[in-house]
T-cell receptor, first 110, second 114 residues
Framework: GENVEQHPSTLSVQEGDSAVIKCTYS??????FPWYKQELGKRPQLIID?????GEKKDQRIAVTLNKTAKHFSLHITETQPEDSAVYFCAPSGFNKFYFGSGTKLNVKP | DSGVTQTPKHLITATGQRVTLRCSPRSGDLSVYWYQQSLDQGLQFLIQYYNGEERAKGNILERFSAQQFPDLHSELNLSSLELGDSALYFC?????????????FGSGTRLTVV
């Protein structure tokens, strides 16, 4: 199946700093690149996504950048807040591919 | 409320037993996906159904099975339960057939095997 890796596995930042999480994948047929946020004990929720014909997408404090040649995409969170503390998952998807990365635990210290 | 309904929310059962988890997809969604999330672990894809038919299989054990009914709700059956089956089981739904575009997750069923 798809080989999906996320780095780092844990990330601790000070409130107001930026956070970047990277996801690498192996399937060159992947064409949809979402990021999910999961708070403790809750369901994963889609926070941003990008299609393969776009290199970058921004939504307020979060952005996703895609490098299809290198097969990686990244989640960028600026001006982090304590409520950003959660586990973030990438889920690069091609046809009939439904695999998630192992997750990055983000801790934003007030 | 995401529109995806999972029942029950919590389930405690003994080793060797059999349980059924239920998922009702969001209105209009034809695909249902099942995921297993063990403590502090990622989301392991188990199986997908689309409009009543099995569409894709992931790391699903032979002791586990699923089906999707004509009204599009799905059930995940777990049998001969072991302690290691304790986990959060999520279902997700989407209108898509072949990708996870537009996934919406339910709130999950927490299974504890004792």
């Amino acid at each position: 199946g798809e080989n999906v890796e996320q780095h780092p596995s844990t990330l601790s930042v000070q409130e107001g700093d930026s956070a970047v999480i990277k996801c690498t994948y192996s399937d060159s047929a992947s064409n949809y690149f979402p990021w999910y946020k999961q708070e403790l004990g809750k369901r994963p929720q889609l926070i941003i996504d990008i299609r393969s014909n776009v290199g970058e997408k921004k939504d307020q404090r979060i952005a996703v950048t895609l490098n299809k040649t290198a097969k990686h995409f990244s989640l960028h969170i600026t001006e982090t807040q304590p409520e950003d503390s959660a586990v973030y998952f990438c889920a690069p998807s091609g046809f009939n591919k439904f695999y998630f990365g192992s997750g990055t635990k983000l801790n934003v210290k007030p | 409320d995401s529109g995806v309904t999972q029942t029950p929310k919590h389930l405690i059962t003994a080793t060797g037993q059999r349980v059924t988890l239920r998922c009702s997809p969001r209105s209009g969604d034809l695909s249902v996906y099942w995921y297993q999330q063990s403590l502090d672990q990622g989301l392991q894809f188990l199986i997908q159904y689309y409009n009543g038919e099995e569409r894709a299989k992931g790391n699903i054990l032979e002791r586990f099975s699923a089906q999707q009914f004509p009204d599009l709700h799905s059930e995940l059956n777990l049998s001969s339960l072991e302690l290691g089956d304790s986990a959060l089981y999520f279902c997700a739904s989407s209108v898509q057939k072949g990708s996870n575009y537009g996934y919406t997750f339910g709130s999950g069923t927490r299974l504890t095997v004792v």
